[in-house]
Nanobody, 120 residues
Framework: VQLQAYGGGLVQAGGSLRLSCAIS????????MGWYRQTPGKARELVAG???????NYADSVKGRFTISRDNAKNTVNLQMNSLKPEDTGVYYC???????????????WGQGTQVTVSS
């Protein structure tokens, strides 16, 4: 299973970015898709997640500003980030919990990370 993330970059505070992640490989099902963020010296933290029935959850710090969505037919997950703040800066990782043809039990898969930098 491969996760390819797109859309990071440099933006001024108040601006917007859209992250996308495409999941490929021998995937049988994906239960959870999400985005995590990591900054230097800190643990990776959940930013937003969405289940296969569309239930979402967000970190308190991004509620009302970020929106996660998924396309089950295309195996993609997106994160629309609006009203960005300097504290949103970090490396964003795409994450899924998936069952594959090679592994019958759900397993965590991670993308390579994409840098988001918000300048003040």
């Amino acid at each position: 299973v491969q996760l390819q993330a797109y859309g990071g970059g440099l933006v001024q505070a108040g601006g917007s970015l859209r992250l996308s992640c495409a999941i490929s490989g021998s995937v049988s099902s994906i239960s959870v898709m999400g985005w995590y963020r990591q900054t230097p010296g800190k643990a990776r933290e959940l930013v937003a997640g969405v289940t296969n029935i569309g239930r979402t959850n967000y970190a308190d710090s991004v509620k009302g500003r970020f929106t996660i969505s998924r396309d089950n037919a295309k195996n993609t997950v997106n994160l629309q980030m609006n009203s960005l703040k300097p504290e949103d800066t970090g490396v964003y990782y795409c994450h899924v919990v998936a069952v594959t043809t090679a592994r019958a039990q759900p397993y965590n898969y991670w993308g390579q990370g994409t840098q988001v930098t918000v300048s003040s």
